[in-house]
């Protein structure tokens, strides 16, 4: 069976990757330091415990194991943290992505999936971002992962490295089976942060920001849940292995839904009240970030399933009440 190089797979997402990626019949191989991952969430395949800074390490996976194909998610990806500590983003992100891009070229494994962001997009006032809308990042987070794209670029040009790019919205929701979930310390996620007020894990949810220019006054973002998310990650893999050409793809449903929104819903699904607090805005948020998704729709044939604002909460509260990694 075929290997695809996993890196960041004990993550939240990455771990979700693996599960589909198995059921396609593929061997996900996990590459992961666990900065900020778990080694219980690596369940479908092996586990190469290393760092994107570690060139010979990379090496060494990429030959024990020849993947056909590297699935890139392995990043820093908090927004609060790259306003204060930018050169992380920069050392971790940049310089790490390309470690892997050399290695993965030097190894001859020509087709890369790699996980971006809307941050890249940066702040553009009532726009519906498509994946033409100018990238303009408000922080290191965004600017970093615009940096790895343009490398990609680069690659294909000089060595063809051949790659789809994945600009994802907010990523919500767990395994339905509960066999993984978002299991983030700290975790800055709004979904899990409001299930942890609402079971008492934490004081109370606090909103950041309530004078944004949208009708409640709060920022507004777009929801994916994550089995549809990579659900697509496996068509963009079918798509490079089919020959079709490098392209970047937006993963969103095109629906935003305000923090008050979110929290309503989520009052709703648990039939539980949720406490909360207003706080003032934070440094380097977008008022307003929804896809124009209609490329993955026409082109991948992506169909998300369960990206409806009750599934999401209700797939992440049944992991909240059951699942937790130890280590
Ligand atoms: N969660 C979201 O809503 C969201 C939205 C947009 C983009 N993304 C992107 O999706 C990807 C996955 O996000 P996530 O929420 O699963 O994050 P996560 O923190 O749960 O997973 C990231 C994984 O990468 C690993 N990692 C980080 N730096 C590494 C390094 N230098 N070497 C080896 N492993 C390293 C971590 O240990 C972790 O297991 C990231 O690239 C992120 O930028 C996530």
């Known amino acids: 069976m075929a290997h695809v190089l996993v890196t960041g797979g004990a993550g939240y997402i990455g771990s979700h990757a693996c599960k589909v990626l198995a059921g396609a019949g593929y061997v996900p191989v996990t590459y992961d330091s666990l900065v900020t991952g778990w080694r219980d969430a690596v369940k479908f395949g092996p586990f190469e415990q290393g760092d994107l800074m570690d060139r010979a390490r990379l090496d060494e996976v990429f030959a024990a194991y020849r993947p056909v194909a590297v699935m890139h998610f392995a990043a820093l990806s908090q927004v609060g943290e790259a306003m204060t500590e930018p050169g992380r983003y920069w050392s971790n992100n940049v310089t790490g992505s390309l470690n892997l891009i050399q290695a993965a070229v030097d190894a001859g494994c020509s087709d890369f999936v790699f996980s971006s962001t809307c941050a890249t997009y940066g702040e553009h006032d009532n726009v519906v971002l498509d994946e033409n809308t100018p990238q303009l990042p408000l922080n290191a987070y965004g600017a970093s992962k615009r940096a790895i794209e343009d490398m990609l670029r680069d690659f294909e040009a000089a060595h063809g490295l051949r790659h789809v790019i994945f600009r994802y919205f907010n990523v919500a929701g767990a395994d339905p089976e509960g066999e993984v979930g978002e299991f983030h ?137 059951n699942g937790a990694y130890q280590s």
């Open 185 to 321: 310390r700290p975790e800055t996620h709004l979904i899990p942060l409001i299930l942890d007020a609402i079971d008492g894990k934490r004081d109370a949810l606090t909103i950041h920001g309530t004078d944004y220019d949208t009708p409640d006054g709060t920022c507004i973002r777009d929801y994916v849940h994550v089995m549809d998310l990579v659900d697509a990650h496996v068509l963009g893999l079918k798509w490079l292995e089919s020959g079709k050409p490098s392209r970047a793809f937006n993963l969103g449903t095109g629906t935003g839904f305000s923090v008050r929104e979110v929290l309503d819903h989520a009052g709703v699904v648990t039939n539980r009240p949720v406490p909360m607090r207003e706080g003032p805005r934070r440094a380097g948020d977008a008022t307003k970030l929804v896809s124009g998704s209609v490329r993955a729709l026409t082109e991948l044939g992506w169909r998300p399933a369960r990206s409806d604002m009750a599934s999401m909460i209700a797939d992440a509260w049944r992991w909240h009440q």
